[in-house]
T-cell receptor, first 115, second 123 residues
Framework: SAVISQKPSRDICQRGTSLTIQCQVD?????MFWYRQQPGQSLTLIAT?????????ESGFVIDKFPISRPNLTFSTLTVSNMSPEDSSIYLC????????????FGQGTRLTVV | GESVGLHLPTLSVQEGDNSIINCAYS??????FIWYKQESGKGPQFIID?????DKRQGQRVTVLLNKTVKHLSLQIAATQPGDSAVYFC??????????????????????FGQGTILTVHP
C-alpha cells in the first residue's frame, strides 16, 4: 500500500486567511486527488492533480479558492484561500496505486476549523 | 447530478452477528464500485471493490454484492467484531474517455461517495 502523510493534521484558522495543506506520498504516483469531507458528511472530490499540468476541478470548486500545486510525483499541496467558517471540513489527499489491483489510498486528513 | 446514496445511516449489531450495509447508486454508467471503512480521525480505508461485469466478490470476512438491475450495492461483514465499528462508505467510478489513467480508461481515484453508514458493534 501507499503511505500518505498530510500536514498539518489539524488547524484552527481565522476567517479571511489561507491555509496550505501538504500531501507527501512514499512512492511516485501519477494521479493525486483532493477531497473535502464536511462535518458528519461524505467525501466530495475537489480536484485531480497531475504532475506537470493544471489541476482539474470538479463542479463547484474553483482554482482561485482551492489552488493546487503538484511539483513532482510524490508531493502536492492544496490551499484553502480566504477562508470562511463554511470551509471548516476535513481535507483528504488520495492517490491511485497499482499493486495487485489498482486502489485509491487516502491520507489521514487535515481537520480545518475556521473561526 | 449523479449520486450514490445509502438506505440506512446507522446500523447496530451484536458481536458475532453478520452485518449488511446497503447502497443505492444512480449512475448506470458506473463500472467500478468500492467499499471504504473510515474510523474516527482517520482517512477512508479500502475494504473491497467490484467491477460492473461481476455480481459478487468475496474477501476476508467481507462480501460485496452488485445488482445492476436495481442499481444496488451491498457489503456483508461476517462475524462482525467490535473493531469493525466505523463509518462505511460506498463509492462509484466510471470510465471517462480522455481521462489520464494508469490503464483501461478508469481513474480509480476519481470517486463519487455515498452518504455513509455508521456501524456500531456491541460486545
Amino acid at each position: 500500500s501507499a503511505v500518505i502523510s498530510q500536514k498539518p493534521s489539524r488547524d484552527i484558522c481565522q476567517r479571511g486567511t489561507s491555509l496550505t495543506i501538504q500531501c507527501q506520498v512514499d512512492s511516485q504516483v501519477t494521479m493525486m486527488f483532493w477531497y473535502r469531507q464536511q462535518p458528519g458528511q461524505s467525501l466530495t472530490l475537489i480536484a485531480t492533480a497531475n504532475q506537470g499540468s493544471e489541476a482539474t476541478y470538479e463542479s463547484g470548486f474553483v482554482i482561485d479558492k482551492f489552488p493546487i500545486s503538484r511539483p513532482n510525483l510524490t508531493f502536492s499541496t492544496l490551499t484553502v484561500s480566504n477562508m470562511s467558517p463554511e470551509d471548516s471540513s476535513i481535507y483528504l489527499c488520495s492517490v491511485e496505486v497499482q499493486i495487485m489491483n489498482t486502489e485509491a489510498f487516502f491520507g489521514q486528513g487535515t481537520r480545518l476549523t475556521v473561526v | 447530478g449523479e449520486s450514490v446514496g445509502l438506505h440506512l445511516p446507522t446500523l447496530s449489531v451484536q458481536e458475532g452477528d453478520n452485518s449488511i450495509i446497503n447502497c443505492a447508486y444512480s449512475n448506470s454508467a458506473s463500472d467500478y464500485f468500492i467499499w471504504y471503512k473510515q474510523e474516527s480521525g482517520k482517512g477512508p480505508q479500502f475494504i473491497i471493490d467490484i467491477r460492473s461485469n461481476m455480481d459478487k466478490r468475496q474477501g476476508q470476512r467481507v462480501t460485496v454484492l452488485l445488482n445492476k438491475t436495481v442499481k444496488h450495492l451491498s457489503l456483508q461483514i461476517a462475524a462482525t467484531q467490535p473493531g469493525d465499528s466505523a463509518v462505511y462508505f460506498c463509492a462509484e467510478n466510471k470510465s471517462e474517455p480522455g481521462t489520464i489513467t494508469n490503464a483501461g480508461g478508469t481513474s480509480y481515484g476519481k470517486l463519487t461517495f455515498g452518504q455513509g453508514t455508521i456501524l456500531t458493534v456491541h460486545p
